[in-house]
Structure formats: structure tokens, C-alpha cells
């Protein structure tokens, strides 16, 4: 005979939450009618609102936040969520921790991130949003909540990783009004931020290097354009007389962007290396040329592999 309702039937259907949390209030339901607790489904789900519940992920989420042993029959669908969202913790805590430009960071940015990250590795026609929203700790079909496609993805990459560049010189510049040394702390910031790993500045560079030409392309180059006019008014304040001064600024952006490619930690910081380049791309008798830069102490190790270093 089928038992009425007990007060621990309440503490049944959070369990089974954690221990089945892939079955629906239908399911949770018939499983308890079964054990002679009896429970209809919207009974079920009104225990799992009180306890925030609702849906799948909600129910994996909980199993994570508490800390609980996970069950051993967790399955496969139940393993990918509980991967998803360690991945995204992890990914979220990583990017708060190097957030250099005071955005706003969420899901959308997360996303942004990880797709930089893909998109540099693999190239668009390489990089799948699948493989995307799963290193976001995301299901793939909600990508399209915030993106309307993977060109449109690209896009907004292309157009995160610009306005990052683009915030981080524009703060340098501030900061002075000398024109050679405007166009030094210019050169330094866009260095550094080329240098530090983040994954829309890597982006930013591929593309810095990438010719236009293709339809992608040319949607794009509004965001290279607006940049590549800050160096050229820059350069043309403090070009010497008679240089070509689309040269001089094209020269100097590739020698800045190449620099990543080499560098590795020694004598020279990213900010010497900077000035270097503006001192010898000016030339000594440019107005306020910078002298050549003080040498940084050489570190005790030397991170990364291979010959490359920085110069001596």
C-alpha cells in the first residue's frame, strides 16, 4: 500500500537531483510513486524552484557548487555539463584576473575570449563553434543567443580585439603631450599588450599582419583603419622632413608587431625595445628622437624555448 506524503519526501526529490539530475519532474515522479511516496510532477518541480532546480543545468550546477562526491553513474550527457561549467569557471576567474581595459566582463565576453583564442589557432574556416562553446563551458546551440552566426562571431573578435588595442593606447596617450613622446608611450602600449598573452591581443596582431583582400576582410577594415590612422597622425607630428611617412608608419607598426614573434625575456624590457624602434625609425636628428634606451637587468632564468632573445 502506497505511503502518504512524508516529510522526507521533500529531501528525496533534492537527492535524486543530485544523483539523476537528467531526470524530468515526470521522471522524479514516477520514481518516487514506485517507492510509495506519492508526488505528482508539478510537486515535483515545485520543490525544485524552492531549491533554484529548475533545469539540467541548474540541478549538474548545484552537484558542483556544493561540493558534493559526484554519483558513479554519472553519464556521459551528466559528465559534459558538469566539464562545462568547470570550464567556464575557470575561464571566467582567468579573465577577470587579466582584464586590462575596465569592461564590462559576462558570458558574451567569455565567448569573445575563447573564440580569439580558437580563431587565431585554427583560422575561421578552421575554428568550429562547437569546439568553441565547449571550451567556453557553453551547450553550442546557445551561442546564438549572442552571436547571429559564426561570421558574425568573427566580427565582433575582430571588433573586442580592436577596441582593447585601441582603449589601452588611447590611455598612453593621455598621459602626455610631447609628440615624440606621444608616439613612444603609443609604440610601448601596443607592445605590451601584444606581449601579454591575451588572447584578443594575439588575435589583434594576426590580423594587424593579415593583407586585406578578401570580403571578410573588407567588412573588417573600418577597425584596422581607425587604428592605423592613430599612428598616422602620430607619425606625422614627429616624421623627419623629406621621409615617406606612410613607410615610416607601416615600418614601424611591423617592426612593433614582429617583435612577438622573437622576444623573450633579457636585457631589454618591451618599453626599451619600443623606444629603440622610435629612435631608429626617427633617426637622431628628428626633433626629441628618444637616446638610446636604458638596459633592464637580465633576469636569473629565461622563459620560453629555442634561440630567440631579446637584443644584446
Known amino acids: 500500500m502506497a505511503r502518504s506524503a512524508a516529510p522526507g519526501i521533500e529531501e528525496r526529490v533534492v537527492r535524486l537531483a543530485a544523483t539523476q539530475p537528467?531526470?524530468?519532474?515526470?521522471?522524479?515522479?514516477?520514481?518516487?510513486?514506485?517507492?510509495?511516496?506519492?508526488?505528482?510532477?508539478s510537486g515535483v518541480r515545485s520543490i525544485w524552484q524552492r531549491h533554484g532546480l529548475q533545469t539540467l543545468y541548474q540541478r549538474v550546477q548545484a552537484i558542483a557548487a556544493t561540493g558534493r562526491p559526484r554519483p558513479a553513474a554519472l553519464d556521459e550527457r551528466q559528465r559534459a555539463h558538469l566539464e562545462r561549467i568547470r570550464r567556464r569557471r575557470q575561464l571566467g576567474k582567468a579573465a577577470s584576473a587579466s582584464a586590462s581595459t575596465g569592461l564590462p566582463y559576462g558570458r558574451r565576453e567569455l565567448l569573445l575570449t575563447v573564440a580569439a583564442d580558437q580563431f587565431s589557432r585554427h583560422g575561421y574556416r578552421g575554428a568550429a563553434l562547437k569546439v568553441i562553446a565547449e571550451h567556453a563551458g557553453i551547450l553550442p546551440g546557445s551561442m546564438y543567443h549572442y552571436f547571429k552566426s559564426k561570421q558574425d562571431l568573427f566580427e565582433q573578435v575582430h571588433h573586442a580585439a580592436f577596441q582593447e588595442l585601441t582603449a589601452r593606447v588611447d590611455a598612453a596617450l593621455a598621459r602626455s603631450a610631447d609628440p615624440v613622446e606621444r608616439l613612444r608611450a603609443a609604440c610601448r602600449a601596443h607592445l605590451q599588450l601584444l606581449l601579454s598573452g591575451s588572447a584578443l591581443s594575439g588575435f589583434a596582431r594576426i590580423r594587424l599582419f593579415t593583407p586585406p583582400g578578401s570580403a571578410l576582410n573588407a567588412r573588417m577594415m573600418r577597425d584596422r583603419r581607425a587604428y592605423e590612422a592613430r599612428f598616422a597622425g602620430l607619425v606625422d607630428a614627429v616624421a623627419p622632413p623629406g621621409s615617406d611617412r606612410t613607410l615610416l608608419r607601416l615600418g614601424l607598426l611591423g617592426a612593433i608587431n614582429w617583435t612577438q614573434v622573437w622576444y623573450r625575456p633579457g636585457r631589454l624590457t618591451p618599453d626599451a625595445i619600443a623606444d629603440e624602434l622610435v629612435r631608429m625609425f626617427l633617426g637622431p636628428g628628428a626633433a626629441g628622437a628618444a637616446a638610446a634606451p636604458p638596459r633592464a637587468a637580465a633576469p636569473a632564468a629565461r622563459r620560453g624555448t629555442g634561440p630567440a632573445r631579446s637584443p644584446r
Open 22 to 41: 537528467e531526470w524530468g519532474q515526470f521522471s522524479v515522479a514516477r520514481a518516487l510513486r514506485e517507492e510509495g511516496l506519492q508526488i505528482s510532477p
